[in-house]
């Protein structure tokens, strides 16, 4: 049994915390922190059998007891978070990004080097039953050599700007998953992109020196050609779609939908929206990612999602921020660390 200590119980830790006491028999959540523990909070937990809650989160690192953490805390206590968790020897498994800044995640990488633990990237869209699929496919070689990818990545409605503040901006937040994509779906690193921007949607998103709307064009190593659109603000829901394009043949996935029913009457064909968001899009996907890196420290096996795919989407974001900001096409190998 994998004891387990989650350090940030907001949105995305409670589904962690859930679907490990739910769906993972060989881990045990034995603890939680968050530095705005409330009664509310432990109420929660007591009901799930966790009856150790903390504000400070060294107490999970000093436990003895806990195998492996979850970093779900905010972006900026990543990467710190992570260097102490690995000098208490504990696995870990971390959100993205790591750090907004590239030599904070090498630091991450050198403190790994001295120990055997395991790190896994919290990358979730991997492990979605249709990327998956997709990776699948083309790596069998079904649409023989890959020539052409897009992404549609488009949010139902943009974030608060107090978020979108702290948040590292659209390439280091939103599209950061996306060049993950790239790189998983053709099996390639990105060589070098060229990237158009705006904003679009909120003039606020503007002011705060952040654009809502992207068009981000890539070419990839192996030579496959690639393209992700952005938005902050689909109306019609959350837009999760991509195409592969090749020698033999094309790959393409549709958006999930609570039903595939469609009305077809007079006035025309009605279908549903697709599900609103990526809690709801997603959850399957963040069951499998736990269960993986749990299998990982069970049976010894590498993540299925390292420490350097978290380096290389940021440099990749990095690199999209550079040429938005210049007005021309970056080198990934320009982004010097």
Not at 128 to 141: I, T, W
Not at 205 to 232: C, H, P, Q, W, Y
Request: aromatic letters at 8%; a negative charge.
């Amino acid at each position: 049994m994998v004891k387990i200590g989650i350090i940030g119980i907001g949105r995305i830790g409670k589904i962690h915390t859930e679907n490990i006491c739910y769906n993972i028999p060989k881990a045990e959540v034995t603890a939680i922190a968050d530095i705005n523990m409330t009664d509310k909070v432990i109420k929660w937990a007591d009901g799930l059998g966790i009856n150790r809650c903390y504000k400070d989160y060294r107490k999970i690192l000093g436990d003895k007891d806990i195998d492996a953490v979850l970093i779900c805390s905010s972006t900026n206590t990543h990467a710190p978070i992570s260097l102490e968790a690995i000098k208490a020897s504990k696995h870990v498994f971390c959100e993205k990004p790591i750090d907004l800044e590239v030599h904070k995640i090498m630091e991450v990488i050198n403190a790994l080097e001295e120990k055997n633990l395991k790190y896994q990237v919290g990358f979730n869209r991997r492990f979605d039953h249709n990327f998956k699929a997709v990776r699948e496919a083309v790596s069998n070689g079904k649409i023989g050599d890959p020539h052409i990818l897009k992404i549609t990545s488009r949010d139902p409605a943009p974030p608060s700007i107090d978020y979108v503040k702290v948040s590292g901006g659209l390439f280091l937040d939103m599209t950061i998953h996306d060049f993950d994509m790239a790189r998983y779906l053709v099996n390639s690193d990105v060589e070098e992109l060229y990237v158009q921007g705006d904003v679009l949607i909120d003039e606020e998103i503007g002011k705060a020196g952040d654009v809502d709307t992207a068009l981000i064009s890539m070419k990839m190593e192996n030579g496959t050609l690639a393209v992700i659109d952005n938005s902050r603000k689909a109306v019609y829901g959350y837009d999760q779609r991509a195409e592969v394009f090749g020698s033999s043949g094309m790959l393409t996935t549709s958006n999930d939908k609570q039903s595939t029913a469609m009305l077809s009457n007079e006035q025309g064909v009605l279908s549903e929206k697709p599900l609103y968001f990526f809690l709801e899009r997603y959850m399957d996907s963040f069951r499998e990612e736990m269960s993986c890196f749990i299998n990982a420290i069970v049976n010894d096996e590498p993540v299925p999602v390292g420490v350097y795919d978290g380096l290389k989407s940021v440099i990749i974001g990095m690199a999209a921020k550079k040429s938005l900001e210049e007005g021309r096409p970056v080198k990934i190998s320009e982004i010097k660390f």
